[in-house]
């Protein structure tokens, strides 16, 4: 990239313009998953719609790389690139909320932690993800699976509106009543379409929720994962919550001695009536006995941020991911297998259950197709020492390579590795050409390639 586009970019642009040789060039071309290192032309740390505009018409105009980071908690690390452009968005993290409509309007650069703290204030939520720090913006453009998600729907569900600046620098909105295909598309579709500068939700009135972790000895995972499998098929929409394999971190709830031992574990969210909590989390507290707990009564966002500790930037990751419809006695097998040998602390895997109203939405009303899915499984291999690399991807593989076949071909692209591109079409499934149609309309020069890619058509 030449001095003059810099020069061009940086007068263009209020954000800094960060190039090789600058102080803090390894800071912001840094990304959360470890294993990324890539070495942009330039980071353009946006402040603005103006900033973004000009930074795509740039990447356009030059012929280069261009890599949107709202997050950054890609792991393929989609957020950065060799020899291009990044446009950073984590100078745009307002967040603003109409109680009285019971909206929130967030910019593109938005964490999960700046929405809640804005929302939480006027006692509402949307659907997000499970761990604070994550991008509000790759997260809904995915789809958007959290706590709240059985009784609200999918983050992208909840999506009123986006501000868009397409790959030929135009900023449109895309709603129910403009550019009602880009809006589609949008609702799963990833960040193939453009970038988005501001995200307007629906909110719900979710202020304290009931609920937090349980560990259980390995012993009872069968009954945990088959007790799992029927309950929820039913289970008041209020109830969210996963099982999940967990090594023991030293936490003062867990007896010391148990400190570093696998177990079956569950994350909990009651998002009723507080006073009910303990009756809905009853069921399960009856499967088995329960080893360490810490579960109450507390306030939504404390939920969401509960286990930022154990996911912090920096760690090495590798994740592989499906969606399951019918959860086997074969599958759960496979489950039992592999789980208890989770190599270290960070790395787990989740059974999310997306039934509830996330399938009262068509699977053709929005981009996000699996509507009939009942779980998405996503297998995280998170590592802070590279030395672990092998061991940790291998018990990802190995995992995965046993429950696939029991599970749909497709997975949630956000839970997705980067050699799993091959992967896009089954998990857009027949929404697929509807996509390609909408991408060759608004970036028919794939300008948004770093994603899930959804190649335009000829
Ligand atoms: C620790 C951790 C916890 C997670 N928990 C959950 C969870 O509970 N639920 C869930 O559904 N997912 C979860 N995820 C997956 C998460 O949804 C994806 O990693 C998501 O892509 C992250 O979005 P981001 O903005 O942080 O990432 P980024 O790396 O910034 O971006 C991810 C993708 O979105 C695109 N993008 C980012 N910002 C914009 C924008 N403003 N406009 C257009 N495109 C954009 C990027 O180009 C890239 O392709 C988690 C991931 C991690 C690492």
Same mark, same amino acid.
């Given at each position: 990239?030449?001095?003059?586009?810099?020069?061009?970019?940086?007068?263009?642009?209020?954000?800094?313009?960060?190039?090789? @040789?600058?102080?803090?060039?390894?800071?912001?071309?840094?990304?959360?998953?470890?294993? /990324?290192?890539?070495?942009?032309?330039?980071?353009?740390?946006?402040?603005?719609?103006?900033?973004?505009?000009?930074?795509?018409?740039?990447?356009?105009?030059?012929?280069?790389?261009?890599?949107?980071?709202?997050?950054?908690?890609?792991?393929?690390?989609?957020?950065?690139?060799?020899?291009?452009?990044?446009?950073?968005?984590?100078?745009?993290?307002?967040?603003?909320?109409?109680?009285?409509?019971?909206?929130?309007?967030?910019?593109?650069?938005?964490?999960?932690?700046?929405?809640?703290?804005?929302?939480?204030?006027?006692?509402?939520?949307?659907?997000?993800?499970?761990?604070?720090?994550? @991008?509000?913006?790759? &997260?809904? &453009?995915?789809?958007?699976?959290?706590? &709240?998600?059985?009784? $609200?729907?999918?983050?992208?569900?909840?999506?009123?509106?986006?501000?868009?600046?397409?790959?030929?620098?135009?900023?449109?909105?895309?709603?129910?009543?403009?550019?009602?295909?880009?809006?589609?598309?949008?609702?799963?579709? @990833?960040?193939?379409?453009?970038?988005?500068?501001?995200?307007?939700?629906?909110?719900?009135?979710?202020?304290?929720?009931?609920?937090?972790?349980?560990?259980?000895?390995? @012993?009872?995972?069968?009954? /945990?994962?088959?007790?799992?499998?029927?309950?929820?098929?039913?289970?008041?929409?209020?109830?969210?919550?996963?099982?999940?394999?967990?090594?023991?971190?030293?936490?003062?709830?867990? #007896?010391?001695?148990?400190?570093?031992?696998?177990?079956?574990?569950?994350?909990?969210?009651?998002?009723?009536?507080?006073?009910?909590?303990?009756?809905?989390?009853?069921?399960?507290?009856?499967?088995?006995?329960?080893?360490?707990?810490?579960?109450?009564?507390?306030?939504?966002?404390?939920?969401?941020?509960?286990?930022?500790?154990?996911?912090? #930037?920096?760690?090495?990751?590798?994740?592989?991911?499906?969606?399951?419809?019918? &959860?086997?006695?074969?599958?759960?097998?496979?489950?039992?297998? $592999?789980?208890?040998?989770? #190599?270290?602390?960070?790395?787990?895997?989740?059974?999310?259950?997306?039934?509830?109203?996330?399938?009262?939405?068509?699977?053709?009303?929005?981009?996000?197709?699996?509507?009939?899915?009942?779980?998405?499984?996503?297998?995280?291999?998170?590592?802070?020492?590279?030395?672990?690399?092998?061991?940790?991807?291998?018990?990802?593989?190995?995992?995965?390579?046993?429950?696939?076949?029991?599970?749909?071909?497709?997975?949630?692209?956000?839970?997705?590795?980067?050699?799993?591109?091959?992967?896009?079409?089954?998990?857009?499934?027949?929404?697929?050409?509807?996509?390609?149609?909408?991408?060759?309309?608004?970036?028919?020069?794939?300008?948004?390639?770093?994603?899930?890619?959804?190649? #335009?058509?000829?």
């Amino acid at each position: 990239m030449g001095s003059s586009v810099v020069e061009d970019l940086r007068s263009a642009t209020k954000g800094a313009v960060i190039v090789p @040789g600058d102080a803090g060039y390894d800071e912001a071309r840094a990304v959360y998953n470890a294993m /990324i290192d890539r070495r942009p032309a330039a980071v353009v740390k946006a402040t603005s719609v103006q900033d973004v505009v000009a930074a795509v018409n740039a990447a356009r105009d030059h012929g280069l790389d261009l890599a949107i980071r709202g997050g950054g908690h890609s792991v393929p690390g989609f957020g950065t690139c060799d020899a291009g452009v990044v446009i950073e968005l984590s100078g745009m993290r307002g967040v603003t909320v109409d109680p009285a409509g019971r909206t929130a309007r967030a910019q593109g650069g938005a964490t999960w932690g700046d929405f809640n703290d804005a929302t939480h204030a006027h006692g509402l939520a949307t659907t997000g993800g499970i761990i604070s720090t994550t @991008g509000v913006a790759g &997260l809904t &453009l995915g789809g958007g699976i959290g706590y &709240l998600a059985r009784g $609200h729907g999918l983050s992208c569900d909840n999506l009123v509106s986006a501000e868009v600046v397409t790959a030929d620098g135009r900023r449109l909105v895309a709603s129910d009543r403009e550019h009602q295909d880009l809006f589609w598309a949008l609702r799963g579709g @990833g960040g193939n379409f453009g970038v988005v500068t501001s995200f307007e939700f629906r909110l719900h009135p979710v202020d304290q929720i009931y609920g937090g972790p349980m560990f259980f000895e390995l @012993g009872e995972a069968r009954s /945990i994962l088959e007790w799992f499998r029927e309950f929820i098929a039913d289970a008041p929409e209020e109830f969210g919550g996963f099982p999940l394999w967990q090594i023991a971190p030293p936490l003062p709830f867990i #007896p010391e001695e148990r400190h570093g031992e696998p177990f079956i574990a569950f994350v909990a969210c009651w998002a009723g009536p507080i006073d009910q909590g303990e009756a809905a989390l009853r069921p399960l507290h009856d499967v088995a006995p329960v080893v360490a707990e810490h579960v109450g009564a507390m306030p939504y966002p404390a939920l969401n941020s509960a286990f930022d500790g154990l996911v912090p #930037p920096g760690l090495q990751h590798y994740w592989k991911a499906n969606f399951v419809t019918e &959860l086997t006695d074969e599958a759960i097998e496979a489950h039992l297998e $592999h789980g208890p040998r989770v #190599p270290v602390v960070n790395s787990t895997m989740h059974l999310y259950p997306i039934n509830g109203a996330c399938q009262r939405v068509a699977s053709d009303e929005t981009a996000f197709a699996y509507r009939d899915a009942n779980f998405a499984t996503v297998i995280a291999g998170m590592w802070p020492d590279p030395e672990q690399n092998d061991a940790n991807t291998a018990w990802v593989r190995d995992y995965y390579d046993a429950t696939a076949p029991l599970s749909e071909e497709g997975g949630y692209v956000n839970f997705m590795a980067g050699d799993d591109q091959d992967r896009i079409r089954a998990n857009y499934k027949g929404n697929y050409d509807r996509l390609v149609e909408v991408k060759t309309t608004y970036d028919p020069g794939n300008l948004f390639h770093l994603n899930q890619n959804i190649a #335009p058509g000829p």
